[in-house]
């Protein structure tokens, strides 16, 4: 082997390094099911407050959810939008999706709100049922209705919602007629005070699922469409990607090792066979 071919493996074992680091990086960009949830310094109190700017948006499928109520299965919202972030010891989620036609009035008892809502359990440590938690697994509920109300409930299990006294959870909503599309931002201290209210402490990330109802189409209660648990990385940093890089950057210098001293082997014992010709 000349040692212009040595200089080529060389080189690409060096541009496998690069790749194997840089490539990992790329890919696992954001794990499945995390909706970010960065520090922002902007405004983000209020439904098209500059603040949403800084905060990544995840793209969160819906489906009807399975309570057995009359046509639970007839839901239109088929994704929503999230956005997460932290600021002041506050924590923010921003929902956005789209509607044809905003139901703001139930005036008329045949006619439904639209609304969302954010799900949390109340124990972080612990995943509860996605069907709003069970009685020794509850969940917090923040409720949003299109008449302008929020309710700040806890659950544990189908039929056991109650509401908080006192509640702690703001929103912020507003409709986009030229898009047909809502924005509704829900707001909660990050440590408020009070039985059975999550506290996010940044010891452990925070399963979080959502919920959006079709006023229009008659959604209310248990018909309306429904995520899987998702999550906030808000716990201990893993040390996630950077980590997983250092490991394949590691493992392609272990490659180019490999490639020189091999190279370097066959020179050697080729120019010692010449040398006893
Ligand atoms: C995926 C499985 C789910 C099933 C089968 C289900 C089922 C139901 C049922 C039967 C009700 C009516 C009885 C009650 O008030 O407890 C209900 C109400 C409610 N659910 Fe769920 N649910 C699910 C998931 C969720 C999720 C993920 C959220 C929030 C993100 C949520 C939020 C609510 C709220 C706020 C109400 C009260 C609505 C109202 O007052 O009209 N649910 N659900």
Same mark, same amino acid.
Not at 31 to 37: C, F, G, K, N
Not at 184 to 210: K, M, Q, S
Not at 258 to 263: E, I, K, P, R, S
């Given at each position: 082997?000349?040692?212009?071919?040595?200089?080529?493996?060389?080189?690409?074992?060096?541009?496998?390094?690069?790749?194997?680091?840089?490539?990992?990086?790329?890919?696992?960009?954001?794990?499945?099911?995390?909706?970010?949830?960065?520090?922002?310094?902007?405004?983000?109190?209020?439904?098209?407050?500059?603040?949403?700017?800084?905060?990544?948006?995840?793209?969160?499928?819906?489906?009807?959810?399975?309570?057995?109520?009359?046509?639970?299965?007839?839901?239109?919202?088929?994704?929503?939008?999230?956005?997460?972030?932290?600021?002041?010891?506050?924590?923010?989620?921003?929902?956005?999706?789209?509607?044809?036609?905003?139901?703001?009035?139930?005036?008329?008892?045949?006619? +439904?709100?639209?609304?969302?809502?954010?799900?949390?359990?109340?124990?972080?440590?612990?995943?509860?049922?996605?069907?709003?938690?069970?009685?020794?697994?509850?969940?917090?509920?923040?409720?949003?209705?299109?008449?302008?109300?929020?309710?700040?409930?806890?659950?544990?299990?189908?039929?056991?919602?109650?509401?908080?006294?006192?509640?702690?959870?703001?929103?912020?909503?507003?409709?986009?007629?030229?898009?047909?599309?809502?924005?509704?931002?829900?707001?909660?201290?990050?440590?408020?005070?009070?039985?059975?209210?999550?506290?996010?402490?940044?010891?452990?990330?925070?399963?979080?699922? +959502?919920?959006?109802?079709?006023?229009?189409?008659?959604?209310?209660?248990?018909?309306?469409?429904?995520?899987?648990?998702?999550?906030?990385?808000?716990?201990?940093?893993?040390?996630?990607?950077?980590?997983?890089?250092?490991?394949?950057?590691?493992?392609?210098?272990?490659?180019?090792?490999?490639?020189?001293?091999?190279?370097?082997?066959?020179?050697?014992?080729?120019?010692?066979?010449?040398?006893?010709?």
């Amino acid at each position: 082997m000349t040692e212009r071919t040595t200089w080529t493996f060389v080189g690409l074992a060096a541009i496998l390094v690069v790749a194997s680091a840089a490539i990992p990086a790329l890919v696992d960009a954001r794990p499945a099911r995390e909706v970010p949830a960065p520090t922002v310094e902007g405004n983000l109190s209020g439904a098209n407050a500059d603040g949403w700017a800084e905060a990544p948006a995840a793209e969160v499928p819906l489906a009807a959810a399975p309570s057995g109520l009359p046509n639970a299965e007839s839901v239109n919202t088929r994704s929503v939008e999230v956005q997460a972030a932290r600021a002041d010891g506050d924590v923010f989620v921003r929902l956005q999706w789209q509607d044809t036609e905003a139901s703001r009035n139930a005036s008329n008892p045949n006619a +439904f709100l639209d609304g969302a809502a954010v799900q949390i359990p109340v124990d972080t440590s612990e995943q509860p049922a996605i069907a709003m938690g069970s009685q020794s697994n509850l969940v917090n509920v923040w409720y949003w209705t299109a008449d302008g109300d929020t309710e700040e409930l806890l659950a544990g299990g189908q039929g056991s919602t109650t509401a908080f006294e006192n509640e702690t959870v703001r929103t912020w909503a507003s409709y986009d007629d030229g898009e047909d599309t809502w924005s509704v931002v829900f707001n909660r201290e990050a440590e408020p005070d009070g039985d059975n209210r999550t506290a996010i402490t940044g010891e452990d990330d925070l399963d979080v699922a +959502f919920a959006v109802w079709d006023g229009a189409n008659d959604e209310r209660s248990g018909q309306k469409a429904v995520s899987e648990w998702y999550y906030l990385p808000v716990g201990p940093d893993d040390g996630g990607t950077p980590f997983a890089s250092i490991l394949w950057a590691l493992a392609g210098i272990a490659i180019v090792a490999v490639v020189v001293l091999t190279a370097q082997g066959i020179r050697r014992a080729r120019s010692e066979g010449d040398g006893r010709l």
